[in-house]
């Protein structure tokens, strides 16, 4: 496992309001550079901001967590919203001096705005970006998610696995799931050999079914 920063936990009672069901953010080297721009809001330029990133890489649990903390003004999805409400909205939090924040999956010229007033407005605004996940924010999602399932994760497996698994937030998502399952399957803690099949998209050795820990 290649050596990177620890990741940290933003402290959501002390820094953000949590909002419910959507527990922790983990801040890593992939989104501090976003979290730390939207601490900094007021001194944007104008008062949106574009945020763009990988779908179920946190983008929109940031962006609630933002609105929470702001009072101001969340537009998801950008892509599939109208673009008339948008450059209203835009126009209406430099008005109230409340802020905006847009998500999208590109920016322009990549997101395709055929509105030239809203494209302008966009292309003004600050854009802040989620990276790819880095390794230790892939360990601590998966430490987190299967560690909620109940499925405690030693610090081998997370080793082996963090360099190898594809580099994808859906990606590393999915594969938290087949092991889920893999695990309820087997009714045993997971162990190295059952995540080196998964991984492999192998069946999980008879040892393994028999729920002896190898």
């Known amino acids: 496992m290649t050596s990177s920063p620890p990741v940290t936990q933003m402290a959501l009672p002390l820094i953000w309001p949590e909002p419910e069901n959507d527990g922790d953010f983990i801040v890593s080297d992939a989104n501090n550079i976003a979290v730390e721009q939207l601490r900094l809001w007021q001194k944007w330029p104008v008062k949106s901001a574009l945020?763009?990133?990988?779908?179920?890489?946190?983008?929109?649990?940031?962006?609630?967590?933002?609105?929470?903390?702001?009072?101001?003004?969340?537009?998801?999805?950008?892509?599939?919203?109208?673009?008339?409400?948008?450059?209203?909205?835009?126009?209406?939090?430099?008005?109230?001096?409340?802020?905006?924040?847009?998500?999208?999956?590109?920016?322009?010229?990549?997101?395709?705005?055929?509105?030239?007033?809203?494209?302008?407005?966009?292309?003004?605004?600050?854009?802040?970006?989620?990276?790819?996940?880095?390794?230790?924010?892939?360990?601590?999602?998966?430490?987190?998610?299967?560690?909620?399932?109940?499925?405690?994760?030693?610090?081998?497996?997370?080793e082996w696995v963090t360099p190898r698994i594809e580099h994808n937030y859906i990606a590393v998502l999915d594969w938290i799931d087949k092991l889920d399952q893999a695990a309820l399957k087997r009714r045993g803690p997971i162990t190295l050999n059952m995540?080196?099949?998964?991984?492999?998209?192998e069946e999980i050795p008879d040892e393994e079914r028999r729920g002896r820990k190898i």
């Open 195 to 201: 995540v080196r099949a998964i991984m492999a998209g």
């Open 51 to 158: 945020l763009t990133g990988m779908r179920k890489s946190g983008r929109s649990l940031l962006g609630r967590l933002f609105v929470a903390r702001t009072g101001g003004e969340l537009i998801d999805n950008a892509e599939r919203r109208s673009e008339e409400f948008i450059f209203h909205a835009w126009n209406r939090a430099e008005r109230l001096k409340r802020p905006l924040l847009v998500i999208a999956d590109q920016p322009p010229p990549l997101w395709k705005i055929r509105l030239p007033d809203l494209r302008s407005r966009m292309i003004a605004s600050p854009h802040l970006v989620i990276k790819a996940p880095d390794d230790s924010l892939i360990a601590a999602l998966i430490e987190r998610r299967l560690g909620r399932r109940g499925l405690p994760v030693s610090t081998e497996i997370l």
